[in-house]
């Protein structure tokens, strides 16, 4: 089954613990990003990356990192993570330009 | 970039009612997806459809390219179908990014 995966679905963690929320898709698709969606604001591209060592900024990059090392994975990391960067995050991917794009199930980050 | 409006914000219907839910986007688009989002948060993704119609069971979609505009359809509800509907568009102008709208958030009566 063609599927994106997120991992962990819900974090609950204290401002500066660096953690690392994992994405992995199946499909073998080059593009996969992140998005943060908050209310009021809607969803927002954080980080995305065109292939394997390729990534760039979105509209929201502050406070992120991401790597993508190999085509299957984008993992978002968090070095210091702030009470401001408590959010449902999706991860996406999909194959060429104009092609589906697939989402992940969400994870519910808290930050105290 | 790209702007995508959503219509109505918010709607209640009784169940068994019909609605229709509009996307407009100010620029050319290669994609337009529609997701429904569940209570628990997740997307689930309607449609992938950047232009002409489908249809999946009681929901259907319909892509206007030319007019920059999507619909989507939703005949005899039921309060499965409550929570908030998004369309998403990718700009021709090669950004590689999803723009969201705003949602239309769906309350389906018993």
């Known amino acids: 089954e063609a599927q994106v995966t997120q991992n962990p679905r819900y974090l609950i963690t204290v401002t500066g613990k660096k953690l690392t929320v994992t994405c992995s898709q199946n499909?073998?698709?080059?593009?996969m990003s992140w998005y943060r969606q908050d209310p009021g604001l809607g969803l927002r591209q954080i980080y995305y990356?065109?292939?394997?060592?390729?990534?760039d900024k979105g509209d929201v990059p502050e406070g992120y990192k991401v790597s993508r090392k190999e085509k299957r994975n984008f993992p978002l990391i968090l070095e210091s993570p702030s009470p401001n960067q408590t959010s449902l995050y999706f991860c996406?991917?999909?194959?060429?330009?104009?092609?589906?794009?697939?989402f992940g199930q969400g994870t519910r980050l808290t930050v105290v | 970039g790209i702007q995508v409006e959503q219509s109505p914000p918010d709607l209640i219907l009784q169940e068994g009612a019909n609605s229709t839910l509009r996307c407009n986007f100010s620029?050319?688009?290669?994609?337009l997806q529609w997701f429904h989002q569940n209570p628990w948060g997740q997307l689930i993704n309607l449609f992938y459809?950047?232009?002409g119609t489908k249809q999946n069971g009681r929901l259907s979609a319909t892509t206007v390219a030319t007019e920059r505009y999507s619909l989507l359809y939703i005949s005899s509800s039921q309060t499965t179908d409550s929570g908030v509907y998004f369309c998403?568009?990718?700009?021709?102008?090669?950004?590689?990014?999803?723009?969201f709208g705003t949602g239309t958030r769906l309350k389906v009566l018993a």
């Open positions: 996406a991917s999909r194959g060429a330009v104009g092609s589906e794009a697939f």
């Open positions: 499909m073998n698709h080059e593009y």
């Open positions: 990356s065109m292939n394997v060592e390729v990534t």
């Open positions: 620029d050319s688009v290669n994609n």
């Open positions: 459809i950047p232009s």
């Open positions: 998403a568009a990718e700009s021709t102008s090669g950004t590689y990014k999803y723009i």
